[in-house]
């Protein structure tokens, strides 16, 4: 019988590709928190967590796996979370649960929240990571969101202390590497700030994630918005480059901006376009290319670079050759959930499905752009 419920502080976000991560929340919210296209957070106020809070929650979630692997003991499992105990769990300790699943997955990977970790002092930092590793031997890869701004007041020696401890990768969103873009968003920083702090995390053998926002620089910026970001990141050479596909909220302030036509959103056949031009502009880099998210219109635009640069061009090539109507009804069968590639449109019980949402668009007349961008919303 477990005496009390062990819960411990987690933020609201995570990259998807930290989906099976155990989330240790360092810092609240955003210390900047101006971004235009960015909903999150912009009623709460940022704030450091103390060592003290962190240790706590990292002696809660040890208390939690010890509880855990009792109940794998208990059932007949000597010890190992296999589904079976996870679905326990879920069911007996839904407090335990989140603990449950990371073990689940080999209790592998840690991701520290919130946006912009790094702003703890670099001593705690260490701290907090080498107490990890030391409490739990299954970890081999600890990963955070950081501003570049904030890894501009680090040196490299720091990251070199940072990696030593346990921390193997730092997620970045550059969103753009157009100063314009930038400036117009209040990103806060410019071109020569990304490169420059990106450098430095790469010169300390860090991994690197940067991400772009598809459509960011809207139908003015479409152009400079593509050419500088390839610029900026082939420059900067890091190890993954993942694109998001821009969706503006309500709660985004970027919305009054659309809807008083200040800023006009692109359709999906002109992203389209403005990844193809991206894409080829990424030169002289070694990077890997996620579309990683189900906001992007093309999930399998992902590969290696240099060597899968035509594969991935290809496929674009392949959707902007579609005929027009055929390419809303990819994007519209994409978007409900029908398709995930082109060769989905192969398969006649899908597109039947399709087809049924097309004439109900059309009998309420709307267009599939304007359906899709409500659709959108959804997904952030």
């Keep these: 019988m477990l005496d009390k419920k062990l819960d411990y502080e987690q933020g609201p976000i995570r990259p998807p590709s930290e989906a099976n991560s155990l989330l240790l929340r360092l810092t609240r919210n955003c210390p900047w928190n101006r ?12 704030s450091r967590r103390s060592l003290e809070e962190i240790k706590g929650d990292i002696a809660v979630i040890e208390k939690a796996a010890d509880k855990i692997k009792k109940i794998s003991l208990s059932s007949g499992f000597g010890g190992d979370v296999n589904r079976q105990v996870a679905v326990q769990v879920q069911s007996q300790h839904p407090d335990l649960f989140q603990v449950a699943f990371w073990l689940y997955h080999g209790g592998e990977n840690v991701f520290l929240q919130d946006g912009d970790s790094l702003l703890l002092p670099v001593d705690q930092l260490v701290e907090i990571l080498e107490l990890l590793v030391g409490k739990f031997s299954s970890i081999k890869r600890i990963t955070t969101y950081a501003r570049s701004r904030t890894l501009l007041r680090r040196s490299v020696d720091d990251f070199s202390r940072l990696k030593k401890a346990g921390l193997n990768r730092i997620h970045v ?43 960011l620089g809207g139908e003015r910026l479409w152009r400079e918005h593509a050419l500088d970001s390839a610029k900026a990141l082939s420059e900067i050479n890091p190890d993954f480059i993942r694109v998001r596909t821009l ?28 990844e193809k031009l991206f894409i080829e502009n990424l030169q002289g880099i070694e990077s890997f290319f996620y579309s990683d998210h189900i906001l992007n219109l093309l999930e399998d635009v992902n590969g290696r670079l240099p060597e899968d640069k035509q594969k991935m061009l ?38 039947s499905s399709v087809e049924r949402s097309y004439k109900q668009l059309q009998s309420k007349g709307l267009t599939v752009d304007q359906y899709v961008k409500k659709l959108m919303l959804k997904f952030i």
């Design 314 to 351: 290809a496929v674009i090539d392949r959707y902007l050759c579609l005929p027009a109507e055929e390419r809303e009804r990819f994007c519209l069968g994409r978007r409900t959930g029908y398709y995930r590639t082109m060769d989905d449109m192969q398969n006649e019980s899908l597109n």
């Design 173 to 215: 969103g550059m969103e753009s590497g157009n100063d314009e873009v930038l400036d117009y968003m209040q990103k806060g920083v410019n071109f020569a700030q990304q490169v420059d702090a990106a450098k430095r995390v790469k010169a300390a053998g860090l991994s690197l994630s940067e991400y772009i926002i598809l459509g």
């Design 247 to 274: 969706a503006v909220p309500a709660s985004s302030p970027l919305n009054e901006k659309v809807q008083n036509d200040e800023f006009k959103l692109m359709s999906d056949d002109d992203i389209v376009r403005e």
């Design 35 to 46: 971004c235009l296209f960015c909903p999150v957070y912009k009623k709460e106020k940022f």
